[in-house]
Nanobody, 119 residues
Framework: QVRLTESGGGLVQAGGSLRLSCEVSRSFFSIAIMGWYRQAPGKQRELVGTIDSGGYLKYADSVKGRFTISRDNAKNTAYLQMNSLKPEDTAVYYC?????????????WGQGTQVTVSS
């Protein structure tokens, strides 16, 4: 079992910044890919971006150049730095991990953290 604990959400004005954190209860060495997703009211959950075990990053077009994913292996924590926030970024943000095959390839989700961007 892997537990993901998110933090850092809140209310911010348009143009502002927030940093979300996702602490993973297992070593990042066991993680194949880690992703950030978001779900706005009335909409489907969508991918924000991912980082794989090799450090390769991928972002949704809607957040490229504004959001940055990083990780601290020593703390088993991943981050989502969000700059130049827009009202349309308002959503519940979730972190997600998929473990490597040799660790069972399970998929796990965090509880979500609310981000609200006011205009």
């Amino acid at each position: 079992q892997v537990r993901l604990t998110e933090s850092g959400g809140g209310l911010v004005q348009a143009g502002g910044s927030l940093r979300l954190s996702c602490e993973v209860s297992r070593s990042f060495f066991s993680i194949a890919i880690m992703g950030w997703y978001r779900q706005a009211p009335g909409k489907q959950r969508e991918l924000v971006g991912t980082i794989d075990s090799g450090g390769y990053l991928k972002y949704a077009d809607s957040v490229k150049g504004r959001f940055t994913i990083s990780r601290d292996n020593a703390k088993n924590t991943a981050y989502l730095q969000m700059n130049s926030l827009k009202p349309e970024d308002t959503a519940v943000y979730y972190c997600n991990v998929v473990r490597k095959a040799q660790y069972g390839r399970g998929e796990y989700w965090g509880q979500g953290t609310q981000v609200t961007v006011s205009s």
